[in-house]
Structures are given as structure tokens and as C-alpha cells.
């Protein structure tokens, strides 16, 4: 395979979508780290697995199902990917994204991104969502290497807006009806698969971020490369190293991925009708 997506893969993999469901997708939707749930929430859902998508990569974590879903949710149209790609599994920034370009290929507008992050900034707490204001791409790759195709987007893109302020804006109204906290703050995406050092994440709180995770950013950055307005949203699943007296591990992610889920959810079919 070679290092770059080529428009014909990204049109090939639409094309099977689409062959396989009549839905239109107007959202498209990534879920992070046990934030799977909100797929049992998809109407009429076409469930396609990863692995018969032609050029899609196979998802490794546990944690993370690879599957695609289109469906419906409070009557908007959905293409949900439970499970996503990081660069730490070995694929390119590029593959990570990939599925992002798919979304646009089949005609999806906006996209809602989120994740299970560590917090930085003190005064989060273990629990929290965060809505992401803007990021920092420490991972020191680009998904956007190569030769530029101008049919997925300019050389050069923008990233003044990455996370648009008019989705921002709804969301923070949504949430406003709902009673538990909503952070707003930066993500710094780094490579993993470590967490990081408590040096790191005092560097990285002195940088101006304020929760830390290991996926994202390269989606966000192509899905601006094609011109989708995006929304993220960080489940704050720890504090991040050196903060609290005690190791980091994946089960504690998830468990409070699991605590969070009502709030989270209740959260999320609230924002999709507004987006
Ligand atoms: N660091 C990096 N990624 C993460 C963390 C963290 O503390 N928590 C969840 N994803």
C-alpha cells in the first residue's frame, strides 16, 4: 500500500457504503474509548464491519469495535464510527483519517468527535466533559504529508476555527440545560502509547493545554483539510500523570467512561439535533 490515500481508495470505500445502506449521512460521529454506547442509540442502523470496507484499516485496542454505523438519531442522519484508528497502532496519520475522508465522500457535513483525555488543568476532576475549544498537534506528525489532491482540499488549509465556534456555541447551550459540569479547554494529541510523564504534562500544562489523549488530531485535521465543521468533546477519564498520587491504567479510562455514560449521552443526542 502505498503511503498516501488516493482519491479512487476514499471513493472506492464510499462507494461500498453506500451499496450497503439508504441512508444519506448528514453527521458524521467518532467515538472515543468507552463512549461506544452511544451506537445503541443509532435508529434502523446499517452496521457495517471495518474489515469489509475496501482500504479501511482494522482496529486493535481493546475497547474499541470497529464498526460503522448509519442510522438515525432524534432524526438527523448518523455515520458512527464505534471504534477509530491511532497512530500508535502503527498506521500512518493519513489511515487514521482515512475513514474522515470517507465520511465527507458520502456526503457528511459535520462532524462530532470524542474522546476519553487526561486532565490537565487542576481545577478538572475525573468525570468532568470537557468541549475542546482548539488543539495543540504534538504527536509531530501530519496526516496531510505528501502530495496535496486539491479534490480533498487545499495545499495549505486553515486551522484558525478547527473546532467551530458556532457548534461550540450549541454545544454550551445544550449543556447549559443539563447539570453537570462542562469544561471547555485545549487538547494537546500526543503519539502514546505511554502516558505521559508528570515532566510532560507540566510541560504540556505550561504549553496551554488543558486535557492530554493520544487521537483526535489527525482527524480533525483533515476533516478542516475537507472542509467539515467539527465539533470534539473530551470525556475527562483521569487526571493526567503527577496529579494525584497514583498510576495511570486503561481500566480506569474506561470505568469512568462507564460512569460518565448517562451524562454523556444525554449530552450528545442533545447536541446532534442542534448541530
Ligand atoms: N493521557 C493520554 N491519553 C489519555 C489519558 C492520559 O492521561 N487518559 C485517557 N487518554
Known amino acids: 500500500m502505498s503511503l498516501v490515500t488516493t ?14 445502506t ?24 446499517t452496521t457495517i464491519a471495518y474489515e469489509d470496507i475496501p482500504h479501511f484499516p482494522k482496529s486493535t485496542v481493546e475497547g474499541h469495535a470497529g464498526e460503522l454505523l448509519i442510522g438515525t438519531i432524534r432524526g438527523r442522519t448518523v455515520m458512527l464510527m464505534k ?17 474522515v475522508r470517507v465520511m465527507k465522500a458520502v456526503g457528511v457535513k459535520q462532524l462530532l468527535v ?15 466533559l470537557m468541549l475542546i475549544s482548539d488543539h495543540l498537534n504534538l504527536t509531530a506528525r501530519n496526516p496531510l504529508i505528501g502530495p496535496n489532491d486539491e479534490q480533498f482540499g487545499v495545499r495549505f488549509p486553515d486551522m484558525s476555527e478547527a473546532y467551530s465556534k458556532r457548534l461550540r456555541a450549541i454545544a454550551k447551550e445544550v ?15 500526543l503519539l502514546g502509547p505511554n502516558y505521559e510523564t508528570p515532566a510532560e504534562i507540566r510541560m504540556m500544562r505550561t504549553l496551554g493545554a488543558d486535557a492530554v489523549g493520544m487521537s483526535t488530531v489527525s ?10 465543521e467539527v465539533l470534539g468533546i ?30 454523556f449521552l444525554g449530552l ?3 447536541i446532534i439535533p442542534a448541530m
Request: glycine share 10%.
Open 7 to 20: 482519491y479512487n481508495q476514499v471513493q472506492e470505500a464510499a462507494a461500498y457504503i453506500q451499496s450497503r
Open 22 to 45: 439508504s441512508h444519506q449521512p448528514e453527521i458524521g460521529l467518532i467515538l472515543g474509548s468507552g463512549l461506544g454506547v452511544l451506537s445503541n442509540l443509532v435508529e434502523n442502523p
Open 83 to 99: 471504534g477509530r484508528f491511532h497512530i500508535y497502532e502503527g498506521y500512518g496519520p493519513e489511515l487514521t483519517a482515512f475513514p
Open 114 to 128: 470524542t474522546n476519553a483525555a487526561g486532565g490537565i488543568n487542576t481545577a478538572y476532576h475525573a468525570g468532568d
Open 175 to 189: 449543556a447549559a440545560r443539563h447539570s453537570f459540569t462542562f469544561q471547555e479547554g485545549v487538547y494537546v494529541g
Open 219 to 228: 482527524e480533525v485535521i483533515v476533516a478542516r483539510h475537507a472542509g467539515l
Open 234 to 263: 473530551s470525556c475527562i477519564s483521569n487526571m493526567a500523570a503527577g496529579i494525584l498520587d497514583q498510576p495511570l491504567s486503561h481500566e480506569e479510562v474506561m470505568e469512568t467512561a462507564e460512569q460518565v455514560k448517562e451524562q
Open 268 to 270: 450528545v443526542l442533545d
